[in-house]
């Protein structure tokens, strides 16, 4: 009797845990970062196939919390975090801060610092008007 009791329990600890997971929006990195900033190839390959600057994405901080998105392109300035792709339920970009550690190479440091100042940038025109054109 006590083993039907706790093989029932085990089934129901199962469904809660297995719907937990499930109701998640967040599902894991699209590609691990050890993979992505293995050499400096890899990181190319993984921000012309996976990071959009520009586009409209929901940027998470290091402990997988909602941030703005200024904040988050100012971070990535710094040199010390990589925009980690995020897997999401409904297909929609989301993009997760991940520390990177000090072995990293340079170059890739400094490709992330460079393209997310200019991201920064063009954050900060969004809404702005032009000046007026005068063409002859």
């Known amino acids: ?26 599902q894991g990195p699209v590609l691990e ?11 190319l390959y993984y921000d012309r196939d996976q990071v959009q600057w520009s586009a409209d994405f929901q940027p998470l901080d290091t402990s997988s919390l ?5 904040e988050f392109l100012k971070l990535l300035t ?3 975090y990589l925009p980690v792709r995020i ?6 970009l989301c993009y997760q801060l991940y520390r990177i550690d000090d072995k990293v190479d340079k170059d ?24 007026r054109f005068q063409f002859y």
């Open 66 to 70: 909602p941030m703005k998105k200024p």
């Open 87 to 92: 897997r999401t339920r409904n297909s929609s």
């Open 78 to 80: 710094t040199g010390n």
């Open 33 to 43: 970062p050890s993979a992505i900033t293995r050499d400096m190839i890899s990181w």
């Open 108 to 131: 890739i440091r400094e490709t992330i610092k460079n393209k997310a100042q200019t991201a920064y940038r063009y954050l900060q025109l969004v809404g702005n008007s032009f000046d």
């Open 1 to 26: 009797m006590k083993t039907l009791g706790l093989l029932v329990v085990l089934v129901i600890a199962c469904f809660v845990v297995q719907s937990c997971s499930r109701s998640s929006k967040y």
